[in-house]
Structure formats: structure tokens, C-alpha cells
């Protein structure tokens, strides 16, 4: 008893220095263990996550490709704590195909009966699952999560929003029109190559008109930036808007997104006064324009704009003519060969390379 | 005895994992053997190993080396001279694929796709 009392508490632990010491190299090895244990439960969990998973992609991948080409009549139960990985896998599918394919995904995930589960989901706190959830409801067209995506259209988070955005543009474009293009307008944190994926997901005849309108009545800063998400469309009104604008706007950054995005022929006679605008930018997409939608008769024009005082201009210029509708190798080659500038030569050298010509 | 013809050897360029899989089980479906690779390191190792390529389909956007290096490469080889090549080109870069079809592509697909429209493509190409 003496000993063991004695080993519990020696005697030199008396010694307050001694005490202290052996105290801290208790405590020391206690929290090693504590780390060595939490070190090793991560390492567990994770070991179990990859088992699960693996076993999960095997179950559920064929499962959903057999679903996009035909119907998949008995789809396995989806356990509970799979929920999540479905829906990335299922949200990284229907990203990648459209029309029928898109179609047997959404088949699945209804036949799963998981629309209550995606509608909690929608108001988890971690960014993930509520992002997964988002793009769920909407590609899902579940018309109790409209009310939760609106409020999350306004979301501060540019991801969240703008997810939530696409959701609703999917889940119902007419009525969702006049929420999302007043936010398309007064986000600037959401990303431009986004919103134009968007964009184009939808059907252009309500978005885009809503837009071009809403573009109309902004101040210039604004149209600059909003007028190249007009870019592909065949959108009636947008391409009116565009035309109204080059004929009207003395702003150079807005006359140079409408260059940037010009693809109707019928714009070539406001074009080419942009050829000579003061603003080299302008001037640069002026050439680039014609280089799209121009003809040989805009040859002189640009040919001109080769001896630019502006390095950007001379460079587009030689890529917009190799470019050029109609005009032919040897017509280049021809031009490169009696150009007076040597940096002429070198640049449309380099232009045609691109372009695989001699 | 009459001889087994073997299937067509395909070469799948694709980095996105769960795409390179589901064009895979579409180019399998549809009897092809599919070989693949991740990247454009790979995919040529695969194009200097496989002379049996029927059909080459390959992404636009891929590390080390990208879609139009290869397709240019591919195409400087006598070998490959005929053998169709379809680009994969995300929905944003429309303007990649007349690059592509510059450079020697025989057809593209814009991402999203519809599968079964590729597999027709896909068919018409190895009919020509």
C-alpha cells in the first residue's frame, strides 16, 4: 500500500520545480495520444469514405448511364447517407448531356422518390450539399423549392445566387425572367463565362428579350458589360438593341462590346466609321468585327489599319484579315510579300501559321 | 473456317473522368473497343502504340497538351491521315470548333451533348 501510494504520489513530486514538470510531460503525452487516436480515425473514416464510395460509383454508374439512352425500370434503393454522392454524380451527368439523355436522368431521380430529402437539403449550411440541392430542385422542376430559391437568388454568395438563378430558369423561364435578369444586371460579382452558360441554357426568346430590354435602360457602365452576354443570340431584340446602340452610344466601352459581339452583316456600315475612332480598343474590335462578318470589300479598310499606331490594332488587324469571308491564301500571300513594313510581314506571317497556311 | 473480323479500336482523349466513362459505355454499347486517355501525354503514348486506331475522339481542353497540338500532330502522321477525329469543345467555345475543323477534325460535339446523337455521328464517320 505504502509503495503504491508512494508511486501515485512520489515524493520528490513535493519539489514544486519537479511537480511542474512532471505535470507538463503528463499533459504532453496526453495530447500526442489524442492526436495519434484522432490521426487514426481520420485515416479509418477516410479508408471507409473510399470503400463506400467505390462501392457506391459501382452500383450507380452504370446505373445512370444505362438511365440516359433507355428507361431504368428498377433502379436500386439509394441509402440515406448516399444522397450526396448521388447527387454529384447525377449533377456532374446532367451537366455533361442534354435532350433525352437529361430526360432519363431526372426519370431516376424522381422514380427515387428523394424530392422531400432535396428540398431539406436546400437549407443546409454547408455550400456543398446546399449547391448540389440548388441544382437539383431546379433541374428536378420541383415547384415547392421556388420560394427557398428565390430568397437564394439574393443570396451574398455569387455561387449560391447565381445557382440558384439557373435553377430557377430551369424550373420555370417565363415567370422566372423578371427575378433573374434585374440580378444578372445589378450582380457584378457573378462571373461573365457563367452566367453566359446560363444563358444559353434557357430559351432565348424570354431571356434574352428581358435582357436587351433591361440593357436599354442601364447606365453605360453597365450596358458595356451586359452587351456581351448578347453574344450567339439570334434574339430579334437583342440584335436590335445591338444596332441601336452603335448607331446611338458615343460610349467607347460600350461601342466596343457591341463590336465584340456584332454578327449581322447589316452592321458593316456602322463599322467601319469605327475603323478611325480615337479609342485604340474600339478600333481593334472594329477590325475584329469585320474580320467575322466583313467581305472583300472591307480589304482596303483593314489592309489601312496594319500601320496603326497601336500594336493591339496592327496584330488583330493581321488575324481579322487572314479571318476574312472570301478572301483567299493567295491574296495574303501577296500582300505579305510587297508589305513595306517588315513588321507587317511577321505579322501576318504569324497570323496564317495559326490558321495552318504557308 | 471463316475469320472473326475484330471491332474497332476507338481512342478516347478525355480528362473529365465521369465523361470519359459515359462515352466509354456509348462507344461500347455501339461495339467499339475503347482505349483511353487522360491527358495529351497519354494520348499520344496511345497513338504510338496503337496503329489499329479506327476513331479518335478527343477533348479540346486537356493538361500537358491540349486538343489542337494533338490534333495537328495526329494529323502530320501518314497514318493517321483518314482516321476520323471528333473534338469535344465546351458550350462557351463555340469558336474553338472552327479551329478544330481548320486543323483536320472531321466533325465536334458541343458539351452538353445528346448521346445518342454522337453515337450517329460517330457511326456515320466510321461508315465513311
Given at each position: 500500500m505504502n509503495l503504491l501510494l508512494e508511486w501515485v504520489s512520489?515524493?520528490?513530486?513535493?519539489d514544486p520545480i519537479l511537480s511542474l514538470a512532471f505535470r507538463v510531460g503528463v499533459a504532453a503525452t496526453f495530447l500526442a495520444v489524442m492526436t495519434l487516436v484522432f490521426i487514426v480515425a481520420l485515416r479509418v473514416d477516410m479508408v471507409f469514405g473510399e470503400r463506400r464510395d467505390s462501392r457506391f460509383q459501382k452500383i450507380w454508374r452504370p446505373v445512370l448511364m444505362q438511365a440516359m439512352v433507355s428507361r431504368v425500370t428498377n433502379p436500386p434503393r439509394l441509402a440515406r447517407r448516399d444522397l450526396y454522392r448521388f447527387l454529384k454524380m447525377w449533377g456532374h451527368f446532367h451537366l455533361s448531356v442534354k435532350g433525352e439523355a437529361a430526360q432519363g436522368l431526372d426519370q431516376v431521380i424522381h422514380d427515387l422518390g428523394v424530392s422531400k430529402r432535396i428540398l431539406r437539403l436546400?437549407?443546409?449550411?454547408?455550400l456543398s450539399v446546399q449547391l448540389l440541392a440548388i441544382m437539383a430542385a431546379g433541374y428536378m422542376k420541383l415547384s415547392q423549392a421556388r420560394k427557398p430559391l428565390l430568397r437564394q437568388l439574393r443570396s451574398l454568395h455569387p455561387l449560391v445566387s447565381l445557382t440558384a438563378a439557373r435553377a430557377l430558369l430551369h424550373l420555370d423561364p417565363e415567370t422566372s425572367v423578371s427575378h433573374v435578369v434585374p440580378e444578372i444586371v445589378r450582380?457584378?460579382?457573378?462571373p461573365l463565362a457563367l452566367v453566359a452558360t446560363v444563358l444559353k441554357e434557357?430559351?432565348?426568346v424570354p431571356i434574352m428579350g428581358a435582357l436587351a430590354g433591361a440593357i436599354r435602360s442601364a447606365p453605360p457602365d453597365s450596358q458595356a458589360r451586359l452587351?456581351?452576354?448578347?453574344?450567339d443570340t439570334q434574339e430579334p431584340a437583342a440584335l436590335r438593341l445591338v444596332e441601336d446602340l452603335m448607331k446611338s452610344s458615343s460610349d467607347a466601352e460600350v461601342l466596343s462590346a457591341c463590336l465584340f459581339v456584332a454578327q449581322s452583316p447589316r452592321l458593316f456600315p456602322l463599322i467601319v466609321p469605327l475603323l478611325?475612332?480615337?479609342?485604340w480598343f474600339v478600333r481593334m474590335n472594329a477590325a475584329r468585327a469585320l474580320g467575322r462578318?466583313?467581305?472583300?470589300?472591307a480589304w482596303p479598310l483593314m489592309v489601312s489599319l496594319l500601320?496603326?499606331?497601336?500594336w493591339w490594332v496592327r496584330y488583330r488587324t493581321a488575324e481579322a484579315l487572314v479571318r476574312l469571308?472570301?478572301?483567299v491564301e493567295g491574296r495574303l500571300l501577296r500582300l505579305r510579300e510587297y508589305a513595306d513594313v517588315p513588321e507587317i510581314k511577321s505579322l501576318l506571317m504569324q497570323a496564317m501559321v495559326e490558321k495552318d497556311m504557308k | 473456317m471463316e475469320e472473326k473480323q475484330s471491332p474497332p479500336v476507338a481512342l478516347v482523349v478525355e480528362d473529365d473522368e465521369i465523361v470519359a466513362e459515359l462515352l466509354t459505355f456509348m462507344l461500347e454499347r455501339e461495339g467499339l473497343t475503347v482505349v483511353r486517355a487522360a491527358d495529351g501525354r497519354q494520348a499520344m503514348d496511345a497513338i504510338d502504340s496503337r496503329l489499329d486506331l479506327s476513331f479518335i475522339m478527343m477533348d479540346?481542353?486537356?493538361?500537358?497538351?491540349d486538343g489542337f497540338e494533338l490534333l495537328r500532330e495526329i494529323r502530320r502522321r501518314p497514318e493517321f491521315e483518314k482516321v476520323p477525329i471528333m473534338m469535344l469543345t465546351a458550350?462557351?467555345?463555340?469558336d474553338e470548333v472552327s479551329r478544330a475543323l481548320e486543323l483536320g477534325a472531321n466533325d465536334y460535339l458541343i458539351k452538353p451533348f445528346k448521346p445518342m446523337e454522337m453515337i450517329a455521328r460517330v457511326k456515320r464517320l466510321l461508315k465513311k
Open positions: 512520489p515524493v520528490w513530486l513535493t436546400l437549407h443546409r449550411r454547408k450582380r457584378l460579382d457573378w434557357v430559351p432565348a452587351v456581351r452576354y448578347l453574344a478611325r475612332h480615337p479609342q462578318i466583313g467581305d472583300a470589300t500601320k496603326d499606331s497601336e469571308p472570301g478572301v | 479540346v481542353r486537356l493538361p500537358y497538351r458550350q462557351v467555345r463555340e
